[in-house]
């Protein structure tokens, strides 16, 4: 199957983290930095829901819940079973890729809006189990969970917020890396002919319930990642690590951003979250703002802005080998 070419993309990616390695030093205070690093493992978190709703057509609407399983995973072994960081880091990826391949096992079976039904039902679940939950301190005298959350003991002391935000940056750049290679692999293919025709795929033999649970795998153990490292730099997981919150996010961030497209969602990830999260909009505003980029961006943008922008350039691509031809 031949591997379609991904053109500028590399080009203008270097640019980018060419820009962003070189941000910092413009003079950026800690919490600039800091909206910068939630922004990176967000960014990666969307490209992670766009492996499953974007280039696998299965839309997901609890796709936090890896994201969570992650956080609480690591909060629950390092604080309550004092492992130490990395070794609580693996564990929680382990769990989260178990976590995607069990959804993916039961969503296989479905179709369209039943998926975005099971997976919504199966985060909200976690969401409320989480935020009921106490857990006791091995301490004593006090106990974790509900609202507040647990901590996250990472053992040493806390990155300075240089060194995290390029942490969170270089962790970026290697996963977006990972999932453009995997958007280009015969996988990635097989993918987008089956979120375009789910009949057409199974007619030229493609194991359909297979290939969707692939992607949920991959989605959750990308998203687990994420998770892993937000854990250890805001130091706490929360029931809000499971919200429908973070999984709109996601979905809305992949439709403005151009769904398939990985690059698209990823950009528009950081920089929604950045001017956010930066102008200190409350989560009811930023709610609101999501759903009305969502409209205009179905109005204006039905393919999402990359995917639109990719569109028209194909389009006028064609029209001059046309006129070339007459």
Known sequence: MKKPPIGKIPGVLAAGAGILLL????????????????????????????????LAGQISLGH?????????ACALLTSLLDWPFPLAAGAALVLSTTAGAAVGMLSAPLKGPFVALL???LGEAAHEFFLGQTFFSPQGAYSWGGEGGIPVVLGIQPLSPWTAYYAAL??????????????????????????????SARASG???RKRKLLAFVIGGALAGAAGVGFAACVGRATADDFSLELSFQAATFA??????TIV???LAALLFHSLLQGTGFSPA??????????LLTLRFFPAGIAGTLRERARARRMTARMGEIR
């Open 119 to 121: 997976t919504l039902a």
């Open 285 to 294: 505003a930023r709610v609101l703002l999501y759903a009305l980029a969502l």
């Open 264 to 266: 698209g969602p990823i």
């Open 64 to 72: 936090a819940l890896f994201f969570g399983v992650a956080t609480y």
């Open 23 to 54: 941000l910092p030093l413009a003079g950026l205070d800690a919490f600039l930095l800091d909206v910068l690093t939630i922004g990176f493992l967000i960014a990666v978190y969307t490209g992670s829901w766009d492996i499953v709703g974007g």
């Open 255 to 260: 439709a403005v951003g151009g769904r398939g």
């Open 170 to 199: 270089a962790f970026l750049v290697a996963c977006t890396w990972i999932m453009l290679r995997i958007a280009r692999s015969e996988t990635g293919l097989i993918w987008t002919a089956l979120s375009g025709s789910e009949l």
């Open 206 to 208: 493609v194991d359909i």
